[in-house]
């Protein structure tokens, strides 16, 4: 009996990592992931497999093309699990980010439309309208159970100058899924602030100064903008909390019968880079590459034993996306990891 697919890996917005598989379509629509996820994935599995896997989404954040050492022998930063994914199932080489910056590319990943279709001024009010279908809404629809882990940047209703007292409308518990853990934008971008489904965890009140580093242009290295934070908000425990939040989500998931879509937008490699003290000197792209290796302490999975909550090339483990051929560790169903970048976007 053949395996089942148990690693999607897009990188550039390509595929790979996906095990070898009977009734896997020869055709994919790049760039319509909507598409690629709702009708391709069920086809990847033998008839005696459930029709509806779980899927893990990673998605990376300004890393490139060539960063990755599975798509480029000669890279100066350490990926080891991404290697792994694509070790591990397919690759694709030949794939397009639906937008060159942050919104549009999450825009186009989520709605499966083209960005230049809506209107995205993020700041004021939430840029996918209430009537536009997400790839979350169409799999809660099926009856999976929908979590988001990470960077939303697609905006709410009602901005810039929010009520944090009060929920955050139009953000992804608005738009299909059934909860959110992450901050609402770029995490150079104030004000900085922690989410919990539709509300702040703490409003961003205290005054924070401007960062950078001299050794890197203005917008590079250790660098975010001026202005407010919530009370005790640490720009270098971001990854790691969301790297825990998902692993939380994971276990918290295990044994419920209906199969799971988990979301995890990353905060990295986009600035501030932000390398733990141990990682320093790894690789071979200074701050950039060192934050590249970043990875923390190993913690328990849900079958027990340890996986990675950060790990190599930046988080592709965040949560425990260091799979077996079965899948996620701990999780009996059948199950998809996706790991796409927005390549610098």
Request: with cysteine; hydrophobic share 35%.
């Amino acid at each position: 009996m053949p395996q089942p697919c148990s690693n999607l890996l897009l990188t550039h917005l390509t595929i790979s990592g996906v095990d070898r598989c009977r009734g896997w379509p020869g055709r994919v629509a790049c760039g319509l992931l909507m598409a690629l996820l709702l009708s391709i994935v069920p086809a990847a599995f033998s008839a005696d497999e459930p029709a509806r896997p779980n899927i893990l989404l990673i998605l990376a954040d300004d890393m490139g093309y060539g960063d990755p050492q599975c798509y480029n022998p000669n890279s100066k930063c350490p990926t080891p699990q991404i290697n792994s994914l694509a070790s591990a199932g397919l690759r694709f080489t030949d794939a397009h980010s639906a937008g060159s910056v942050c919104v549009p590319s999450r825009y186009g990943l989520l709605t499966g439309r083209y960005p230049f279709r809506a209107r995205l001024d993020w700041t004021k009010s939430a840029c996918i309208e209430p009537e536009t279908s997400t790839i979350a809404a169409r799999l809660q629809s099926a009856g999976y159970r929908t979590g988001m882990v990470g960077k939303w940047h697609l905006g709410f209703d009602g901005g810039p100058d929010y009520d944090y007292s009060q929920p955050l409308v139009g953000g992804p518990c608005d738009r299909g899924f059934d909860s959110w853990f992450g901050i609402p934008h770029s995490l150079d971008i104030q004000p900085y602030y922690l989410v919990r489904d539709r509300l702040a965890i703490a409003p961003p009140t205290q005054p924070v100064a401007a960062s950078n580093s001299p050794d890197w242009s203005p917008i590079q290295g250790v660098f975010w903008r001026e202005g407010k934070a919530s009370p005790g908000f640490e720009f270098e425990l971001v990854l790691d909390q969301l790297g825990e939040a998902a692993c939380d989500w994971l276990k918290a998931t295990r044994d419920i019968d209906d199969p799971f879509f988990l979301y995890v937008p990353l905060t990295s490699p986009h600035t501030p880079w932000l390398p733990a003290e141990r990682f320093r000197g790894q690789g071979g792209a200074g701050l950039y590459g060192e934050f590249v290796a970043h990875r923390r302490c190993r913690r328990p999975h849900p079958a027990g034993g340890s996986t990675t909550a950060a790990s190599g090339m930046k988080r592709w483990s965040s949560s425990p996306a260091t799979t077996d051929r079965r899948g996620i560790p701990g999780i009996s169903r059948s199950s998809v990891t996706i790991a796409p970048t927005d390549c610098g976007g």
